[in-house]
């Protein structure tokens, strides 16, 4: 358990710190010279998905070193308790067009990938130039996703994690740091 008389957790005990303010930092940094070097010309859109990427978000596009638009989507997925994967639907959809752009989609964390494997069938009809994800963590336990992720932060331990936009039922999201939950 980290020592920590952190006000932001409200005396709920966080396990440890998983990656913290300067390694999140410099990893944004990286990110975001890949990112430069990856697409040259045409427009670039970067979506952020919410709520999970808008920290993330706000720290990758400042490390992006070209012109560029950003959007949000906000997803729901519906039927949690069924096996169905195909139950997921934009509640916000951009109002930028997507045809024609490269769209970087950003996300917290990939888990199962339901979500991400849904939202990219849903946005590939669009006719966009290119479309790539671009997120924080990644656990590599995946299955439903059928496209890699082309930009990772750091690949994540199987634990419940928190923070730089990740919640416990919309706690803890403003932590600078991420960490796994007790
Ligand atoms: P997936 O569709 O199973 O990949 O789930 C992805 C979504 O689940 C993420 O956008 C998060 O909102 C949430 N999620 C998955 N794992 C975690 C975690 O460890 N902490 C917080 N949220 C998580
Ligand atoms: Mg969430």
């Keep these: 358990m980290i020592e920590t008389n952190?006000?932001?957790?409200?005396g709920r005990a966080v396990e440890r710190i998983a990656f913290d303010e300067?390694?999140?930092?410099?990893?944004a940094r990286e990110l975001g010279?890949?990112?430069?070097?990856?697409y040259p010309d045409g427009e670039l859109l970067v979506l952020g998905l919410l709520k999970g990427s808008f920290v993330?978000?706000?720290d990758?596009?400042?490390q992006i070193q070209r012109p560029l638009h950003v959007d949000f989507l906000v997803a729901s997925s519906y039927g949690e308790a069924t096996v169905s994967s195909g139950n997921v639907r934009l509640v916000y959809d951009p109002e930028t067009k997507l045809e024609g752009k490269h769209i970087?989609?950003?996300?917290?964390?990939?888990?199962?990938g339901r979500?991400?494997?849904?939202l990219m069938e849903l946005?590939?009809?669009r006719g966009p130039r290119s479309l790539e994800i671009c997120a924080l963590l990644h656990k590599r336990i995946a299955t439903e996703l059928h496209h890699e992720v082309r930009f990772v932060g750091f690949d994540a331990p199987s634990e419940f994690l928190v923070g730089y936009g990740l919640d416990h039922a919309e706690d803890f999201r403003h932590l600078p740091y991420v960490a796994s939950l007790r």
């Design 33 to 38: 010279a890949e990112i430069t070097a990856a």
């Design 22 to 27: 300067t390694a999140i930092r410099d990893r």
């Design 56 to 58: 993330f978000l706000a």
């Design 6 to 10: 952190d006000p932001r957790l409200m």
């Design 60 to 62: 990758l596009v400042r």
């Design 104 to 112: 970087l989609l950003v996300e917290d964390i990939v888990d199962s």
């Design 123 to 125: 946005l590939r009809v």
């Design 115 to 118: 979500t991400l494997q849904k």
